[in-house]
Each structure stands twice: as C-alpha cells, then as structure tokens.
C-alpha cells in the first residue's frame, strides 16, 4: 500500500496505531463515526494515518461535522447550510426562498452565516497565525507537510469537536492553550447562539402553507444542491491549506520520497 | 391603437454604450463604489496589483512586470466591467426618463379662486402649485400638476405618460376623474383640484424610478448580499492564510518561493463571487425597466419582487378574463311561438338600444334570419331604467320589450296578461344555470323567448390559468354576477374559486383570509371602492384609467389598463429573482475550476507534487493564473445580456425548474470555466 513502507519489504495495509481486533476497515469506520459525531472515542491513532486517511476525518470536522451532526450540536449546521441552500434555489426558481415554511430573509441569512462559518474562520485564521510562530511550529513532531495537516487537525478540533490533535503536535504549549481557548469559546458558542436566535427568529415568522411553487426540500434535487453548496462553501475553502497539508504529502508518499 | 416611445431598446445602441462607458469609469470612485462591497474589494485589490506592478518595474518585486501588469489590467478590467454591467442598465433608462422629462418643462396653470367656470384666474408656474389649488384647464393646455377633475368633463391626450395616442375622457364624479400632470387637453376644459405637490407629482416619482435615482435595495437583495460579503471575507481570510502557510512550507521543504501577493490578490478575486456581484444592480434595474417596456410602472422593487410570490391572483371577471361585454349567442323559444318570430321582436326591442348587449342582439337576428331594421320613425324609444329594468320600443300598435324575467313577467301582466307561457321558468333557469343572462322578450302582453346572453372568456385564457396554477399559484375571479353565473364563467374560465356579488368590503375580508393563511396576494382594481382591497393586497395593480385613491393605493400602475398585466408582473418578478439565484449558483460554482488552475501554479514551487492538480495542463504557473483572471473577468460582460433580459421565463413547478436552472447554471458553471480556462491558457500560449 504505501510506497515507502514497500521499499523497506513491509507490505500488507497501514495497521500502525489500529486496533487489530476490528482490523483496518472497522478502525476506520470507528474513526469517522466518532470524528464525524465529535464524541472523542478513539481506537486509532490519527496522526499514524496513511495523509489521505487523516484527512478524512479532518475534513468533516472542516465542513461542519454535517454528517452525522456532533453530539451536542445535533444537526445544527447542516440546517444552517440546508438554509444557505434554500435561499439560492428559491431566488433560482423565483420565489422568496422558503424554509420548512418560514420565509428566509436577510435575518436568517447573517446568522447562518455564523453558523457555518465561524469555525472555518477560526481554522483559518489560527492556522495562519501558528504557521508563522516560532513556538507553534516547534511543537510539531514531523515537520514539513505532516506537521501542517497536525496543525490544521488540532485547530479544527478545537474550534469545533473534542479539542484533540493528532499525537505528533504537542499541543500542551502556551501558544496552543491560549489560542485553542480562544477556538473553543468562539467556535462552539457564537454558532450556538447564532443557531437559538435563528430559531426565535423562525419561530416568529407566519407559516406559509407548500403550493406547487414551494420547492420541496425532502427530495433528490434538493439533496444534490444541498451537497454541491456544502463541498463548495464547507469543503473547498479549505483546498489551498489541505493542498498544501496531506495532499501534498499523499503526492509524495505516492511518489516514494 | 399606435404606441410610441417605450420600445425596447436593442442592447447595443451605440449611443447608449458611449453614455455607459463613460458613467463606468465615474462609477470606479470609492465613495459611491463601496455600496457594492464584493466590488469594491475588487477595486482595492486592483489597487494592490497596480503597486505591486509598480514594484516590478521598479526591481524590487521579483515577479516579470508583464505578468503583475496584465494581472492588474485585468483586474481593474473585472471592476470596471461590473460598473459599465449597472451603467449600461441605469442608461436605458435614463433615456426613457429624458423624454418624459421633456414633457414637465415650464408649463403655466391658471389658478383660479373657486371652481366656477367663466370666473377670471391668476397665472402662475406650475412650481408653485399647491395641493388643493384649483386650476382652469382649457383646450390644448397642459395639465399643470395631478389632481382630480372637479367641474367638466374634457378629452385628454395622455401619451406623454402612455405611450397611447388615442386621447381618453377624464370627468368630474365617477372612475375617471383623475389627471395626471404632463398631459394635455385636446378639447373642452376642466377644473382640476392638484393633489400632489411640485416634485412629489406621479411624473416625477416616475423619472426618479425609471432612473434608478431612488432604487431601494430590496430584502432579498440585501439577504443574498449577505451571503455574498461573507463568501468575499472567508475567501478574503483563505487567500491570508495561504500567505503564512506557504512560509513555512517553503521553509520545511527547503526549495521555492512562498505565494507572492499578487498571486494571492488575483486568487482572492478569482474565488470571490465577483460575477454576480458585478452583475446584481443591473438585474434589478434592467428588471424595472423592463416591465416599464410593457408599460408598467412598480413604484418600488420591493413591489416587483412580491408580484413573484405571489400564491393568490384576484382577477376582475370583467375585462380580464371575459370580454367586458356580453353577447347573444341564441334565441330560445318558449310557449310554442317560432323561433323567427322571436327574433323579429328581439330585434325590434333592440334596435335603438346602443348599449353593446343590445346591439349584439342586432347582430345576431342579423346573422341567422338575415333580419334588418332601421329604428322607425314614429317609434317610442323606452331606454333602460332602474325602475322598470326593461328596454325596448313602442310603435304605433306594437310595443317591445325585453328584460330580465321578473320585469318582463311584471310588464306584461301590466299589459293584461293572465298567462305566462309554462316552459318560460325551465328556459330562464336552464340559461342561468350555464352561466349566461335570460333576457325576456315579449311583444305587447306575449312572451315570445329569451335571448342567451353570454359573457364572452378571452381566447387562450384556460391556458394562461394552466400555467399560474403549475407555478402554484391560485386564481379567484372577483365578480358582481349572482353566483349561479359566477360559477358557470368560473368553471368556463377554470379558475380555481371566484367571489360572486363581490361588495369591497367582501374583497377586503377575502384578502385578509387569504393573507392570514400565508399566502401573498396580488390584484387589480381602478375604482375608488377598490381602494381599501388594493391598500391591503401585497401586490396591487391600479389601472392607469382609475382613480386618484386607487392609484395613491397600489404600488403598480399599469398605463395601458389592460387588467392582464398582472401575470406579466408575476412573470418579470420572479425573472428578476430566478436571474440572481441562477448567476450567483454559476459564480459559486466556477470557485472549483479556478482553484484548480491557480492552487497548483501558486505552489508548484514549493512542491513540485502538486503538478498533477493541474488537471487542466495549463502551460505555465503565470498563464495559469493570468487564464483564471481573465475568465473571471470577461464572463461578465458576456452575462450582461443574460442579466438585461434576465433568465428565459418557463411556467413549471418548483422542483423541475430547480433541476433545470441547477443543470444549466450549477453543472454548467461548474465545467464552463474549466473548458474557458483552458482556451484562454492556449491563447496566451501564442503570445508568450
């Protein structure tokens, strides 16, 4: 599986940090059912993934954790993104986009916004910060593009899952303590807040009964939109920085340096 | 019937684009710019190449200038681009207030002290007309400022405002006492009591509208630039983080150059939703000025925008969906007299009646006995009245008449009539039933029949309601009729509930149930009782013809009159909004071919790796990011005529027409600029 590990005569798959009763497949599945749902049970060791191993599960916690929904949090973001659909189809098929109902108007879209986007803004925004900070990159146990996906991790999961990091960054440093503080507090509360006022925003708003001009939002072509905004608001603002973290260093793991 | 002026104009007129080009470049200064807050990032980005061009030329950028230069050109291109998209909009319509403005230049009023005809009047500006003020106007004078006629009745030649040469009646009392400042009267005079201040008057709210001078952003363009200026600041806060990403990654990796700022500035501009932020003040005022095309005045965009939520139609059965007259269709006998016979007393009672039923009865006597008769000269002409709600004719030893039945039983048993002919009930009923009138006629103390008369539906109008009910939108046909007729036009028509012996307070409560439900509701009206129904009704359309409270109350003025408007309205509404979605989904989707073409060339450097994230084989790092830019740039004034003439409109429901617009402009954008990209690439291959 991995060029490197083939020169050396090992062949078989990655089992380094698995558990060997449940075997690469069910570790895996255990990984992105616990990432995904941000309930910080782990049987493997994260940073011990093959790049694009880790990244899976570092790009649902950048994405929002919409696929299961992170305990605690629920669905929270996925109907934050689910709204954020629902406007741009609805002005695309001519209406005052609608939701379960309930008009979206300019209200609605601000604190969606937030929803969605203050954790991401935390990632990138401390990533950044920590790249250029000398005690920051210090911490990292495998520099080069291995140590910027721990960054990443450890940032996203801060600002939004369990606080953990990948084993390799000793994230028990001022910089990451203050600054990780920092994600938590903003990355959890300011959704969550934006998230009660939308709903009491929501909850004031008439009902306004589905007629054949109300999109449905329970079927296919819905979903298929709902995706595309979700991989291109959630997933591709953070291309350039898992570009330059583990696909770069899947690309050379491939390339056998 | 002839129009003139609000033709639409062709896109391309040289003169327009000449006044837009010019308006682009006075639209770059900041203080007005940063109303477009995506554009006017764009702006100081193009700022920032500029310096680092500067800096290039200079040596102490590392960059080739002619690289950070095109960028720059181009960027500044992108914004001005953007500028020119609302110059060009605002222009068209510029060019249509200027000739109406035409119209308002010094125009004199008589003012007068009461309202007297023959009293002596002071002349004055029409500045300094107050409301309230009464003035005199008199043949071939114009009419100074709104008001309503007070006294007189006069013929009024309205095309400044129109666009209709055919002069129209305006007199005291009545529907049709309004007048609007700027048109002229052709013959007699009136007084006309002003009801709008100078500057506040009907024509003026129209320059400033049609000008865009005092366009309000409506809700929903406010919500979707939200959603834009975050995009712009998380993209903003990507192309940061790449800055001291690519620091350290040079350091681990000991080889390249971190991303320069031009690279990032140019990246920003790509992933910012630049083409439908360029393009998002044209669509709103290009959508104005096209209902001002078919002679529609929104009087703010708020309006335009509700028409296309609109899940209720009230529709005037008169006029919109029939014919406004009823016609005789057939003579249908009763008590055994000959259907000839009849029609001969039919015609006879008709034959000085000049009321549009009453002719179409002449018509058809004519058409199936080929009957003829002039109006004889010693005839007794008995016009209708509200007493005896009878028409017709007495002759020397005959006299005619006809009627509904309960008048006409009344008349001839007043004749000395004992018997009424048995089937006459059965007829009249039967007639009733399928929605048309019962005319009785009788010749002296004898009923001979009844004329069917028959309220015509418009051609075409089934199909019109087929379409407005696939969007989801219902329609109810508002009528005077007793509800027997109602529901027969009803089904005829397929409309999907009506309101029979509609009083106004009726249509108030009925709009109110509606609203109360949710729903948005649209109508028409031009009476003055149909004010308080148009006040409450989220979108109301008054008729141009109507009265002053009616047009004070609605926000859509239609100056043809023509009630049909209404699902125009609809129609351009929701053009408008499907025109924003439609472009901001194709922008946010063009975000994924332009990080593939400029991720990889902004860190090939670093890691040579990454090379095979250039799925598109662009040739070099700098044309790979000079192609991004230029895409980014030219898509825009490619999407004008798009964003002018807004998306093709098709009635269908919800979710096909998402699956349609996510086809053409989701999976469309998604590969336009990666085909785009590659063919710009290959062209600046010839050149470098």
């Known amino acids: ?257 | 019937m002839s129009k003139h002026s609000q033709q639409p104009q062709s896109i391309f007129d040289t003169t327009l684009l000449k006044g837009a080009l010019f308006d682009s470049l006075k639209k770059l200064d900041p203080s007005t710019l940063w109303r477009n807050p995506v554009m006017f990032c764009v702006e100081i980005a193009s700022l920032i190449t500029l310096g680092t061009f500067v800096l290039s030329l200079s040596g102490s950028n590392k960059e080739p200038a002619w690289f950070t230069g095109t960028v720059s050109i181009w960027l500044w291109l992108t914004v001005i681009f953007s500028t020119f998209a609302e110059a060009l909009a605002e222009g068209r319509g510029k060019a249509r207030a200027a000739s109406l403005r035409k119209s308002r230049t010094d125009v004199t009023a008589k003012r007068l002290e009461t309202a007297e005809f023959g009293l002596n009047y002071t002349t004055v500006g029409a500045s300094q007309l107050r409301k309230d003020d009464l003035i005199l106007v008199e043949a071939n004078d114009m009419i100074a400022g709104d008001g309503d006629v007070v006294a007189g009745a006069a013929l009024v030649n309205e095309s400044a405002v129109t666009g209709e040469s055919a002069p129209v009646v305006r007199e005291s009392g009545g529907d049709r006492s309004a007048v609007t400042g700027g048109t002229t009267v052709i013959a007699n005079s009136i007084i006309v009591r002003i009801t709008a201040n100078p500057g506040e008057t009907f024509l003026d709210r129209m320059i400033g509208l049609i000008e865009g001078a005092k366009r309000r952003k409506t809700p929903n363009e406010v919500a979707l630039e939200v959603l834009l200026i975050a995009l712009t600041l998380v993209f903003l806060l990507v192309c940061a983080n790449i800055s001291p990403l690519s620091i350290y990654s040079v350091k681990a990796a000991g080889q390249g150059t971190p991303v320069s700022l031009t690279i990032l500035v140019a990246l920003f501009v790509c992933l910012a939703p630049t083409t439908i932020a360029a393009l998002l003040p044209a669509i709103g005022i290009a959508g104005m000025d096209r209902l001002f095309q078919k002679n529609v005045i929104a009087l703010s965009g708020r309006a335009i925008e509700a028409a296309g939520d609109v899940n209720v139609l009230l529709l005037d059965k008169t006029g919109t969906i029939t014919h406004g007259n009823r016609e005789a269709v057939s003579f249908v006998t009763v008590g055994g007299h000959n259907e000839r016979e009849l029609a001969e007393a039919a015609l006879m009672a008709s034959v000085a009646d000049e009321t549009p039923e009453g002719r179409s009865v002449v018509v058809l006597a004519k058409q199936k006995y080929g009957l003829t008769r002039e109006v004889p000269a010693d005839a007794e002409v008995v016009e209708f009245n509200a007493d005896t709600r009878l028409s017709g004719i007495n002759l020397e030893n005959n006299s005619y008449r006809k009627g509904a039945s309960d008048s006409t039983i009344a008349f001839v048993k007043k004749m000395g009539c004992i018997t009424i002919p048995a089937d006459l009930a059965e007829v009249v009923d039967k007639i009733a039933r399928g929605g048309a009138t019962p005319l009785v006629v009788c010749r002296d103390c004898e009923i001979l029949g009844v004329i069917n008369l028959k309220d015509i539906v418009k051609a075409g109008i089934q199909e019109r309601f087929l379409q407005l009910r696939s969007m989801g939108i219902r329609t109810v046909m508002i009528t005077g009729d007793n509800p027997l007729t109602a529901a027969a036009i009803a089904a005829e028509a397929q409309v999907d509930d009506f309101l029979a012996q509609a009083k106004p307070e009726e249509k108030l409560r009925l709009i109110r149930e509606y609203q109360d439900q949710g729903f948005m509701v649209a109508m028409t009206g031009d009476g003055t009782n149909d004010a308080p129904a148009l006040a409450q009704a989220d979108v109301a359309v008054a008729m141009n013809t109507g009265t002053q409270p009616a047009r004070e109350a609605a926000n859509i003025i239609d100056l043809d009159s023509n009630p049909t408007k209404l699902l125009d309205i609809v129609e351009v509404g929701k053009q408008i909004l499907m025109t924003r979605g439609n472009l901001t989904t194709f922008s946010i989707s063009n975000d994924i071919a332009k990080y593939f073409a400029i991720i990889p060339a902004a860190l090939l450097s670093i890691y040579p790796q990454l090379g095979v994230l250039n799925v598109m084989h662009l040739a070099s790092p700098f044309s790979a990011i000079l192609s991004a830019v230029i895409f980014n740039a030219i898509i825009i004034p490619m999407l004008v005529p798009l964003a002018l003439k807004g998306t093709k409109f098709r009635p269908m429901p919800a979710e096909k027409l998402l699956i349609h617009n996510l086809f053409i402009y989701g999976v469309g954008g998604i590969i336009a600029p990666f085909v785009g990209i590659k063919i710009i690439d290959m062209c600046i291959g010839m050149f470098v």
């Open chain 1, 1 to 257: 599986m991995n060029p490197l590990l083939a020169k050396m005569g090992v062949s078989g798959v990655n089992m380094e940090g698995k558990d060997v009763r449940f075997g690469l497949a069910g570790s895996s599945l255990f990984t992105v059912a616990t990432t995904g749902t941000s309930c910080g049970a782990v049987n493997t060791m994260l940073d011990s993934l093959t790049p694009i191993g880790g990244m899976i599960p570092l790009s649902l916690i950048l994405t929002g954790e919409v696929v299961f929904g992170g305990v605690g949090s629920g669905l929270y973001t996925m109907l934050a993104f689910a709204i954020i659909a629902v406007f741009v189809s609805g002005l695309m098929i001519g209406r005052t986009p609608e939701y379960l109902g309930k008009k979206i108007e300019v209200a609605e879209m601000w604190l969606s916004i937030l929803v969605i986007l203050t954790a991401g803004v935390m990632v990138l925004v401390l990533s950044g910060i920590a790249m250029i900070t000398p005690s920051a990159v210090a911490s990292m146990a495998n520099p080069g593009a291995h140590g910027l996906s721990e960054v990443l991790y450890a940032m996203a999961s801060m600002a939004n899952n369990n606080g953990s990091a990948f084993a390799g960054l000793n994230a028990n440093v001022n910089f990451y303590n203050l600054l990780g503080s920092l994600a938590m507090l903003l990355g959890r509360y300011v959704p969550a807040i934006a998230v009660l006022a939308m709903a009491g925003s929501l909850a004031e708003k008439k009902y306004i009964p589905p007629s054949l001009g109300t999109l449905p939002t329970d079927r296919a072509p819905f979903v298929v939109w709902l995706v595309l905004v979700i991989v291109i608001i959630g997933a591709l603002t953070f291309f350039p920085a898992l570009a330059l973290g583990p696909i770069v260093e899947h690309l050379t793991m491939l390339g056998g340096n």
